[in-house]
């Protein structure tokens, strides 16, 4: 049994979403910074609004090395309520298509009933870019529980862009 992997070093193409409140995200290609991309369940899990609420505590930390955005495949109004409701300041995008989902390598799930959601979306993932567009980090998840400490990855990040490492798990 194999899941896809995506490729680190490589430079990802263009994905764009819709952005809560206007206009859209766009991650991959060429930037002036760093990019993170955070990809959460959506409005019905709890454990990703208790993660990227901590993770909005730290978000100056984060947009002093690199540009951040979260996404999901929910609509906008789930979204937008998400927003509202946490007071989250980072860019959230929605609408992730499963073609997306695929191409990050995600996990993708159906829902378990009409109260969690009414379509498939995609499990964690973390994903960081170089400015040149290419795939430094990734960390995805199948299920809810596991996802990488946001202290940890912020201080692995600041080393990684201030001492230009390297990629690695290459092979």
């Known amino acids: 049994m194999t899941h896809p992997k995506p490729a680190v070093g490589i430079a990802v193409p263009e994905m764009k979403f819709a952005k809560v409140g206007g206009g859209?995200?766009?991650?991959?290609?060429?930037?002036?910074?760093?990019?993170?991309?955070?990809?959460?369940?959506?409005?019905?899990?709890?454990r990703c609004k208790r993660y990227l609420s901590k993770f909005n505590d730290m978000l100056s930390d984060w947009t002093d090395i690199m540009d951040v955005m979260?996404?999901?495949?929910?609509?906008?109004?789930r979204a937008q309520s998400d927003v509202a409701e946490f007071g989250w300041k980072f860019d959230v995008g929605y609408g992730m298509t499963e073609p997306q989902m695929r191409q990050l390598g995600l996990y993708v799930s159906?829902?378990?009933?009409?109260?969690?959601?009414?379509?498939?979306?995609?499990e964690p993932g973390t994903y960081a870019l170089?400015?040149?567009?290419?795939?430094?980090?990734?960390?995805?998840?199948?299920?809810?529980?596991?996802?990488?400490?946001?202290?940890?990855?912020?201080?692995g990040m600041r080393f990684n862009i201030d001492k230009d490492r390297p990629v690695r798990g290459t092979a």
Do not use: Q
């Open 24 to 46: 859209e995200l766009t991650f991959g290609g060429t930037k002036d910074r760093w990019s993170l991309l955070v990809v959460y369940r959506g409005k019905h899990c709890p």
């Open 130 to 155: 170089r400015p040149n567009g290419e795939l430094m980090l990734v960390d995805i998840s199948n299920g809810p529980a596991s996802r990488p400490d946001l202290d940890e990855l912020l201080d």
């Open 110 to 122: 159906d829902p378990l009933s009409e109260a969690e959601t009414t379509t498939r979306f995609a």
């Open 70 to 77: 979260v996404v999901s495949a929910d609509t906008a109004e």
